[in-house]
């Protein structure tokens, strides 16, 4: 039984996870991929890390740039994060035969296209399951399992630091500045949340995800990204008060000949699965042509879920070279050769329903005002409520949800009403989706 040479760089969560299942999995592996799949060398900087790992007889690196130059790994685990030194590693290592597992969404989102191509010269796998949704197989889901369906939308909370935040501003009443303090203090947010709060992980997971599921470039320029560093609870209560729930969504979704690539916080029917998605937990929706909708949900974070990621890649990569093929399948889904471009629509030419939250002297007249712009744009109004002001308040908020329309007509809308008398403040406006 010839044995899976594994050189794994970068020993910290998600590596020391690696590690870990494939020590307490290996007979499960081996029984699964025909043969066992073995980490011979670390590559970190941390020695103390390596020290950790015990007894192990496995070679010793500091420099990741090293592994490569084993003649007997087949694989290199690329788990140091960034996208400049990683980037070198990996293309690096493809060009030196090797194949590539990693879980660095943002590496494939800013620089995918050419680390595939240079795969596919090269005769190489790169697995990236891990880099969307940690433990959610879902890149196999839109490679494999969905394959004969033409995607019509994927929907994901595919951000934890963002879901426990939300989960908590809406469970306790608390501030998003608090609801984060506190996912801080508890580790489920990072010392900089940045990239979390602020969308940027979710689009580059979503790059990924329309790739594989449109057959597309990875696109991540064209991503319309807004996080939830802005949200107020205000809108989460209201919300909820006409039943739904605000979560953070990366959407892919194919209308005609063009696409809608967009993350954002979104009223979604308290009623439907994805509104039960809590915590830090992920969860993806899919709609196929034939299957329908399907969901998938699971941990999106975390040493060992992540590493159950990594670990299968292994395991195929395993299996394939067991068969001789390089590459069973592509690994964005579609053959290289048909991959396409999709026209990416701009904001205003996106349609949903819209939640809008003004602020308004309570004088007589001013719904009427404010309804008379949103009919001058052919919007219609769901429902709506005014809140019932305190005595010592002369404004009062109102809350409209509109039936699906152009984003670029509330837009237009939205000025008109900012220009009428006893609207003070900006409107709040977000998107509302049915999910269905
Ligand atoms: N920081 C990410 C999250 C996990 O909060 O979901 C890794 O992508």
């Known amino acids: 039984m010839t044995v899976l040479k594994v050189g794994l760089a970068g020993l910290g969560t998600v590596g020391g996870g690696t590690w870990k299942v494939c020590e307490k999995n290996s007979d499960e592996i081996i029984r699964k991929a025909g043969r066992k799949v073995k980490i011979v060398a670390v590559a970190e900087p941390a020695r103390n890390k390596f020290l950790s790992l015990g007894e192990n007889g496995i070679s010793y690196f500091s420099d990741a740039m090293e592994l490569i130059e084993v003649p007997e790994i087949d694989v290199i685990v690329e788990l140091i994060g960034g996208d400049t030194f990683?980037?070198?590693?990996?293309l690096k290592a493809l060009k030196n035969g090797k194949h590539v597992v990693t879980a660095n969404k943002a590496l494939l989102a800013k620089h995918g296209n050419e680390i595939f191509e240079v795969a596919e010269k090269n005769r190489v796998t790169v697995g990236f399951e891990a880099a969307v949704a940690g433990g959610i197989p879902i890149l196999k889901v839109l490679r494999e399992g969905l394959t004969a369906n033409s995607i019509d939308w994927v929907a994901g909370i595919i951000n934890g630091t963002s879901n426990y935040v939300l989960s908590e501003m809406e469970d306790r009443g608390i501030s998003f500045?608090?609801?984060?303090k506190e996912a801080q203090?508890?580790?489920f947010a990072e010392s900089d949340p940045t990239l979390d709060i602020e969308g940027n992980d979710s689009a580059h997971k979503l790059s990924l995800l329309a790739s594989m599921a449109f057959g597309i470039k990875i696109n991540l320029d064209k991503i319309l990204v807004s996080g939830i560093k802005d949200l107020d609870l205000k809108e989460v209560i209201y919300a909820k008060k006409l039943g739904y729930k605000i979560k953070s969504l990366g959407i892919a979704r194919r209308t005609d000949s063009c696409l809608e690539l967009r993350v954002h916080s979104t009223l979604i029917p308290e009623n439907c699965l994805m509104a039960n998605v809590n915590g830090a937990m992920n969860a993806v929706m899919v709609?196929?042509?034939s299957v329908g909708n399907t969901l998938y949900y699971g941990q999106g974070a975390g040493a060992e879920p992540t590493a159950s990621a990594v670990v299968a890649d292994l395991v195929d990569i395993a299996r394939n070279s067991i068969g001789n093929v390089s590459a069973r399948v592509p690994a964005l889904s579609y053959q290289?050769?048909?991959?396409?471009?999709l026209n990416i629509l701009e904001d205003g030419l996106i349609k949903s329903g819209f939640y809008i939250r003004l602020r308004v002297l309570d004088r007589a007249g001013v719904l009427a005002d404010v309804t008379r712009c949103l009919s001058?744009?052919?919007i219609s109004?769901?429902?709506?409520?005014?809140k019932k002001p305190r005595e010592d308040e002369n404004s009062t908020d109102v809350v409209l949800l509109t039936h699906e329309c152009l984003g670029?007509?509330?837009?237009?809308?939205?000025k008109a009403i900012k220009l009428v008398k006893n609207v003070i403040d900006d409107p709040i406006i977000l998107r509302v989706e049915s999910l269905k």
């Open 287 to 289: 709609k196929g042509n």
């Open 86 to 90: 990683a980037k070198m590693l990996v």
């Open 408 to 414: 670029k007509n509330i837009l237009d809308s939205i």
């Open 185 to 187: 203090d508890l580790g």
């Open 336 to 341: 290289s050769n048909h991959i396409r471009d």
């Open 376 to 378: 001058n744009e052919d």
């Open 177 to 180: 500045d608090q609801a984060l």
């Open 381 to 386: 109004i769901e429902s709506f409520f005014q």
